[in-house]
């Protein structure tokens, strides 16, 4: 099955290891990041999306952080 997952972070370094942490964990970036500004927050926020193909069946439960 092919799993997706969604990165968001404000746009610090966190971000960059977020995905960072991702890709060394298999997955793979899924189209182009996202920037924009968080007017609730007051500060500009990255966004990146990632997929992985992985054995099973999809589930809700999945947490796919543990992927």
């Known amino acids: ?38 007017a609730t927050r007051g500060e500009m926020r990255c966004a990146q999306a990632v997929v992985k193909e992985v054995e099973g069946t999809y589930s809700p439960d999945l947490k796919l952080g543990e992927q």
């Open 1 to 38: 099955m092919k799993l997706y997952r969604y990165l968001t972070e404000a746009d610090t370094s966190a971000f960059c290891h977020k995905v960072s942490k991702a890709l060394d964990a298999g997955w793979e970036l899924y189209g182009p990041p996202a920037y924009a500004y968080d």
